[in-house]
C-alpha cells in the first residue's frame, strides 16, 4: 500500500473479527493504535503512548492487573485490555515471556472461551534479558512450547501472526532495563537479530505467518524515541497499516489505497463532463441577447488537469485579445494544447465598433 489504511478500511476488514495482541509495551501500543484507528482517523498522542495500565483508553476498559495491581517493571506486572463495539473485538494481553504458566492460563482461556479470528504474537527483548545468562537458550524451548500449543487450540481458520522484534537502539533506558541488567543494554540491539532469525524459522516451521517489522523499520530510525525502545504515533500507524493489509492477503480481501489528489480531480472531471458540455468565456464577455462571447471552448469531456491546462491557454488567448492580435494571427501563435479529448475552438468577431481593443475606441 502507498498509504496508511484509513477508519473506513480498518472497519470493514475486522468487521465482526475477534483479534488479539500478545506481547509486551510495543505491542500495547500497536493495540492502542488499532483501538484508535477503529473509531476515527487519528494519531496516538504522546500521553497515550506513555501510559500503562489506565482503566480507560479510547472506550476500552482494563480487565485485570494494570492500575487494579502492582505498577512495576518485573516480570510478575500483568496487563489485559480489551475493546468491543457492536462488530469489532480487540483484546491485549502483556506478556513478559513467551511461554510460562501465566502463558498457559491464556491459552485457556482460548480453548474455552471465544475463538479468535486474528491472534498477533510478539516476544522477544524480556525474554532475553529478564531471565539470566540463559535466557536465549531458554527463549528457544519456550517457542517450541508456545508454537506447538497455539497450534492445537485456535481453529483452523484462525490467522496466527508472528510479529519479530523492532529494532533497537544500542543506548536505551528505561522499562524493562532494570538496573541490575544496564549491562546488557549495549548488546541487545545485536542479540534480538540472533533471536529474531531463530523465531522466524521456526514460526514458519509450525505453519504460522511472520510479520518483519525489525526489516519494515530498519530505516526508520528517526521515529523511534528517545528510550530506544519505544515508538513514536506514525511508526505504529504504519505498523497497523501492516499487519491489516498482511490480513487482507490472507483473507483474498484488496485493500484499495485512497485516491490521490489528481485521481479525486479526474473523478470530479467526470461528474462535470456527465452533466454536459462545459463553456468558457473569456473576461468582458458576456452571453446576453445581441452580443456574443469571443472565444468559446466546448468540451465534450473534463479532467481536472485538462481544465488548468485550458484555463491557461484561455487567459493567454485573452491577453492577445487585448493587444489588438486578430482571430487568424492568434490561432498561427497558439495552437490548442493537446489536453487528451476532443474539442471545438470557435472565434465569433463581432463588430468592431462593440470589441474594446486598444486600437478601437467606441464612439
Same mark, same amino acid.
Given at each position: 500500500?502507498?498509504?496508511?489504511?484509513?477508519?473506513?478500511?480498518?472497519?470493514?476488514?475486522?468487521?465482526?473479527?475477534?483479534?488479539?495482541?500478545?506481547?509486551?509495551?510495543?505491542?500495547?501500543?500497536?493495540?492502542?493504535?488499532?483501538?484508535?484507528?477503529?473509531?476515527?482517523?487519528?494519531?496516538?498522542?504522546?500521553?497515550?503512548?506513555?501510559?500503562?495500565?489506565?482503566?480507560?483508553?479510547?472506550?476500552?476498559?482494563?480487565?485485570?492487573?494494570?492500575?487494579?495491581?502492582?505498577?512495576?517493571?518485573?516480570?510478575?506486572?500483568?496487563?489485559?485490555?480489551?475493546?468491543?463495539?457492536?462488530?469489532?473485538?480487540?483484546?491485549?494481553?502483556?506478556?513478559?515471556?513467551?511461554?510460562?504458566?501465566?502463558?498457559?492460563?491464556?491459552?485457556?482461556?482460548?480453548?474455552?472461551?471465544?475463538?479468535?479470528?486474528?491472534?498477533?504474537?510478539?516476544?522477544?527483548?524480556?525474554?532475553?534479558?529478564?531471565?539470566?545468562?540463559?535466557?536465549?537458550?531458554?527463549?528457544? !524451548?519456550?517457542?517450541?512450547?508456545?508454537?506447538?500449543?497455539?497450534?492445537?487450540?485456535?481453529?483452523?481458520?484462525?490467522?496466527?501472526?508472528?510479529?519479530?522484534?523492532?529494532?533497537?537502539?544500542?543506548?536505551?533506558?528505561?522499562?524493562?532495563?532494570?538496573? !541490575?541488567?544496564?549491562?546488557?543494554?549495549?548488546?541487545?540491539?545485536?542479540?534480538?537479530?540472533?533471536?529474531?532469525?531463530?523465531?522466524?524459522?521456526?514460526?514458519?516451521?509450525?505453519?504460522?505467518?511472520?510479520?518483519?517489522?525489525?526489516?519494515?523499520?530498519?530505516?526508520?530510525?528517526?521515529?523511534?524515541?528517545?528510550?530506544?525502545?519505544?515508538?513514536?504515533?506514525?511508526?505504529?500507524?504504519?505498523?497497523?497499516?501492516?499487519?491489516?493489509?498482511?490480513?487482507?492477503?490472507?483473507?483474498?480481501?484488496?485493500?484499495?489505497?485512497?485516491?490521490?489528489?489528481?485521481?479525486?480531480?479526474?473523478?470530479?472531471?467526470?461528474?462535470?463532463?456527465?452533466?454536459?458540455?462545459?463553456?468558457?468565456?473569456?473576461?468582458?464577455?458576456?452571453?446576453?441577447?445581441?452580443?456574443?462571447?469571443?472565444?468559446?471552448?466546448?468540451?465534450?469531456?473534463?479532467?481536472?488537469?485538462?481544465?488548468?491546462?485550458?484555463?491557461?491557454?484561455?487567459?493567454?488567448?485573452?491577453?492577445?485579445?487585448?493587444?489588438?492580435?486578430?482571430?487568424?494571427?492568434?490561432?498561427?501563435?497558439?495552437?490548442?494544447?493537446?489536453?487528451?479529448?476532443?474539442?471545438?475552438?470557435?472565434?465569433?468577431?463581432?463588430?468592431?465598433?462593440?470589441?474594446?481593443?486598444?486600437?478601437?475606441?467606441?464612439?
Amino acid at each position: 500500500m502507498r498509504a496508511f489504511v484509513t477508519q473506513c478500511q480498518a472497519r470493514q476488514l475486522l468487521h465482526n473479527k475477534f483479534i488479539v495482541i500478545l506481547g509486551g509495551s510495543v505491542q500495547r501500543s500497536m493495540y492502542k493504535d488499532l483501538v484508535l484507528l477503529l473509531q476515527r482517523d487519528q494519531y496516538l498522542t504522546l500521553p497515550q503512548l506513555k501510559s500503562k495500565g489506565e482503566l480507560s483508553f479510547e472506550r476500552d476498559c482494563l480487565v485485570e492487573g494494570g492500575s487494579m495491581g502492582p505498577m512495576t517493571n518485573g516480570t510478575e506486572y500483568r496487563e489485559v485490555r480489551q475493546y468491543r463495539s457492536d462488530h469489532h473485538l480487540l483484546r491485549f494481553y502483556f506478556l513478559t515471556r513467551i511461554y510460562s504458566p501465566y502463558v498457559e492460563s491464556v491459552l485457556e482461556d482460548f480453548r474455552h472461551g471465544l475463538k479468535p479470528d486474528v491472534i498477533i504474537i510478539s516476544s522477544c527483548v524480556w525474554d532475553i534479558s529478564r531471565y539470566g545468562l540463559e535466557g536465549l537458550e531458554e527463549y528457544k !524451548e519456550n517457542l517450541h512450547k508456545f508454537f506447538g500449543q497455539i497450534r492445537t487450540i485456535v481453529c483452523h481458520n484462525c490467522l496466527l501472526l508472528w510479529a519479530l522484534a523492532m529494532p533497537l537502539g544500542k543506548k536505551i533506558k528505561g522499562g524493562f532495563l532494570v538496573p !541490575e541488567i544496564s549491562h546488557l543494554g549495549p548488546t541487545l540491539c545485536y542479540d534480538i537479530i540472533e533471536a529474531n532469525f531463530y523465531s522466524c524459522q521456526l514460526a514458519d516451521a509450525y505453519g504460522l505467518d511472520v510479520l518483519d517489522l525489525h526489516f519494515h523499520f530498519r530505516l526508520s530510525l528517526q521515529h523511534r524515541v528517545p528510550d530506544g525502545i519505544h515508538w513514536d504515533a506514525l511508526a505504529h500507524r504504519k505498523i497497523s497499516s501492516l499487519l491489516l493489509q498482511h490480513a487482507a492477503e490472507a483473507w483474498g480481501v484488496k485493500l484499495r489505497d485512497p485516491p490521490s489528489l489528481l485521481e479525486q480531480g479526474q473523478e470530479l472531471g467526470e461528474a462535470e463532463s456527465s452533466r454536459g458540455p462545459a463553456t468558457l468565456l473569456p473576461r468582458n464577455c458576456s452571453t446576453s441577447t445581441g452580443s456574443k462571447p469571443l472565444l468559446v471552448l466546448e468540451l465534450a469531456s473534463m479532467t481536472l488537469r485538462s481544465l488548468c491546462t485550458l484555463i491557461l491557454f484561455q487567459v493567454k488567448i485573452v491577453q492577445l485579445l487585448d493587444i489588438g492580435l486578430n482571430t487568424d494571427s492568434i490561432i498561427a501563435l497558439c495552437p490548442l494544447p493537446d489536453c487528451g479529448y476532443d474539442s471545438k475552438f470557435i472565434f465569433r468577431s463581432e463588430p468592431q465598433a462593440t470589441r474594446r481593443t486598444s486600437s478601437s475606441v467606441q464612439v
